[in-house]
């Protein structure tokens, strides 16, 4: 019977590739991410109102406690606006970088981070909200209540930001936990 060192794995038997590539730079390391509220919420904000395509970016080399800063990865066209929003399409990693071994950059959409994302306000929402009611419609009170209801959008979103995101990799799903700065 062989002695285990308790990572899991058969010291007598030499690493595979995959476990040797993938262990010791690829994003199985991460264990946490770290974001601040801001960059989920302003990324999710951005992706909503714009045709950009707006990441919570984790650059290599990966190590057990990654920090997610916001990133804009460029215009999405009208083609890939659908699959943009899908789970399985926002997180690109372990592909070759084209320098040698090293992994590239993971790339997380906004919403991966937020349960249940609620819908960004509109201003033409407000404006039929507004006309609807029995006060008379101004501009200044569709400002005023345009920027109401967003800033109860961003706080709705505060409310739903969830403790783990998985991670889709080569090797397959890698779930993490998630700490909010600010």
Same mark, same amino acid.
């Given at each position: 019977m062989?002695?285990?060192d308790?990572t899991?794995?058969?010291?007598s ?8 590539a993938?262990s /010791?730079?690829?994003?199985?390391r991460?264990r946490s991410l770290?974001?601040?509220?801001a ?10 109102r714009?045709?950009? /395509? ?8 990966f190590s ?6 916001i990133h ?6 009208p083609?890939?606006?659908? /699959? ?7 997180v ?10 090293a992994?590239s950059p993971?790339?997380?959409?906004p919403?991966r981070f ?6 960004y ?9 507004l ?9 200044e ?6 920027q109401? /209801?967003?800033?109860?959008?961003r706080?709705?979103?505060r409310?739903r930001?969830?403790e783990?995101?998985?991670l889709e ?5 890698h779930?993490?936990?998630?700490s909010?700065?600010?």
């Amino acid at each position: 019977m062989t002695e285990h060192d308790g990572t899991g794995e058969d010291p007598s038997r030499p690493p595979s590739s995959v476990d040797s590539a993938s262990s /010791a730079t690829g994003p199985h390391r991460i264990r946490s991410l770290a974001v601040t509220t801001a960059d989920v919420v302003d990324g999710l904000e951005a992706a909503s109102r714009s045709q950009r /395509a707006v990441v919570l970016r984790v650059t290599p080399p990966f190590s057990g406690r990654m920090r997610a800063r916001i990133h804009d990865a460029g215009i999405v066209g009208p083609d890939e606006e659908a /699959a943009s929003s899908s789970e399985t399409d926002t997180v690109a990693v372990d592909s070759e970088s084209g320098s040698g071994d090293a992994p590239s950059p993971i790339h997380l959409a906004p919403e991966r981070f937020v349960a249940d994302p609620p819908s960004y306000p509109t201003v033409d929402d407000t404006e039929d909200e507004l006309r609807a009611s029995e006060t008379p419609y101004t501009r200044e009170r569709h400002r005023e209540r345009h920027q109401e /209801a967003v800033d109860q959008w961003r706080e709705q979103v505060r409310e739903r930001l969830v403790e783990e995101v998985t991670l889709e990799t080569a090797t397959g799903p890698h779930t993490v936990s998630v700490s909010y700065l600010g």
